[in-house]
Protein backbone atom coordinates (compact mmCIF):
# COMPACT_ATOMS: atom_id res chain seq x y z
CA UNK A 1 0.00 0.00 0.00
CA UNK A 2 3.32 2.39 0.93
CA UNK A 3 4.32 1.71 -2.55
CA UNK A 4 0.95 2.66 -4.26
CA UNK A 5 0.66 5.95 -2.54
CA UNK A 6 4.53 6.55 -3.27
CA UNK A 7 3.89 5.83 -6.92
CA UNK A 8 1.09 8.00 -7.14
CA UNK A 9 2.41 11.03 -5.44
CA UNK A 10 5.34 10.66 -7.82
CA UNK A 11 3.28 10.25 -10.68
CA UNK A 12 1.27 13.87 -9.40
CA UNK A 13 4.56 15.46 -8.60
CA UNK A 14 5.52 14.83 -11.97
CA UNK A 15 2.70 16.28 -13.96
CA UNK A 16 3.02 19.10 -11.69
CA UNK A 17 6.37 19.32 -12.97
CA UNK A 18 5.63 18.89 -16.71
CA UNK A 19 2.77 22.03 -16.27
CA UNK A 20 5.74 24.08 -16.04
CA UNK A 21 7.48 22.87 -18.91
CA UNK A 22 6.95 24.34 -22.33
CA UNK A 23 4.43 22.70 -25.00
CA UNK A 24 7.63 23.50 -27.71
CA UNK A 25 10.03 21.10 -25.20
CA UNK A 26 11.18 18.46 -26.05
CA UNK A 27 9.72 15.29 -23.51
CA UNK A 28 10.92 11.64 -23.09
CA UNK A 29 9.12 8.78 -21.34
CA UNK A 30 11.31 5.79 -20.38
CA UNK A 31 10.74 2.71 -20.74
CA UNK A 32 13.55 0.39 -18.59
CA UNK A 33 16.53 1.84 -19.18
CA UNK A 34 15.81 3.72 -22.40
CA UNK A 35 14.14 7.18 -23.14
CA UNK A 36 11.74 8.09 -26.27
CA UNK A 37 11.01 11.16 -27.69
CA UNK A 38 6.89 11.50 -26.97
CA UNK A 39 4.50 13.89 -26.58
CA UNK A 40 4.13 16.00 -23.71
CA UNK A 41 0.54 15.70 -23.50
CA UNK A 42 0.65 12.14 -23.90
CA UNK A 43 2.88 11.73 -21.28
CA UNK A 44 0.77 13.88 -18.87
CA UNK A 45 -2.08 11.70 -20.14
CA UNK A 46 -0.53 8.39 -19.20
CA UNK A 47 0.77 9.53 -15.99
CA UNK A 48 -2.82 11.12 -15.15
CA UNK A 49 -4.15 7.42 -15.80
CA UNK A 50 -1.40 5.77 -13.57
CA UNK A 51 -2.57 8.05 -10.62
CA UNK A 52 -5.65 6.90 -11.08
CA UNK A 53 -4.78 2.96 -11.39
CA UNK A 54 -3.00 3.63 -8.10
CA UNK A 55 -5.61 5.59 -6.24
CA UNK A 56 -8.48 2.62 -7.59
CA UNK A 57 -6.03 -0.10 -6.50
CA UNK A 58 -5.29 1.34 -3.52
CA UNK A 59 -8.59 1.69 -2.20
CA UNK A 60 -9.53 -1.59 -2.87
CA UNK A 61 -6.15 -3.11 -1.11
CA UNK A 62 -7.52 -0.42 1.79
CA UNK A 63 -11.52 -2.78 1.80
CA UNK A 64 -9.83 -5.73 1.60
CA UNK A 65 -7.26 -5.36 4.44
CA UNK A 66 -10.45 -3.48 6.45
CA UNK A 67 -12.51 -6.75 5.68
CA UNK A 68 -9.62 -8.96 6.47
CA UNK A 69 -8.84 -7.42 9.93
CA UNK A 70 -12.51 -7.49 10.85
CA UNK A 71 -12.39 -11.65 10.14
CA UNK A 72 -9.67 -12.12 12.50
CA UNK A 73 -11.36 -9.91 14.90
CA UNK A 74 -14.59 -12.49 14.91
CA UNK A 75 -12.51 -15.10 14.81
CA UNK A 76 -10.30 -14.08 17.65
CA UNK A 77 -13.69 -13.90 19.76
CA UNK A 78 -14.88 -17.07 18.47
CA UNK A 79 -11.49 -18.85 19.79
CA UNK A 80 -11.71 -16.79 23.11
CA UNK A 81 -15.27 -18.26 23.64
CA UNK A 82 -14.41 -21.93 22.89
CA UNK A 83 -11.32 -21.66 25.28
CA UNK A 84 -13.84 -19.87 28.01
CA UNK A 85 -16.38 -22.67 27.18
CA UNK A 86 -13.69 -25.41 27.92
CA UNK A 87 -11.27 -25.17 30.73
CA UNK A 88 -10.07 -28.35 29.90
CA UNK A 89 -9.30 -27.64 26.15
CA UNK A 90 -7.49 -24.73 27.23
CA UNK A 91 -5.32 -26.50 29.70
CA UNK A 92 -4.39 -29.06 27.16
CA UNK A 93 -3.75 -26.10 24.44
CA UNK A 94 -1.53 -24.67 27.31
CA UNK A 95 0.51 -27.57 28.13
CA UNK A 96 1.34 -27.96 24.69
CA UNK A 97 2.68 -24.76 24.31
CA UNK A 98 5.21 -25.58 27.37
Known amino acids: MAV ?27 VGRAYFLAPRAEIVDNLNEKQVSYSNELDRLTKSKAALEKGLKGVEGELRELLQSSPALAQQLMSRSS
Open 4 to 30: LANNGRRAALTVEQLGTVPHTARTYRT
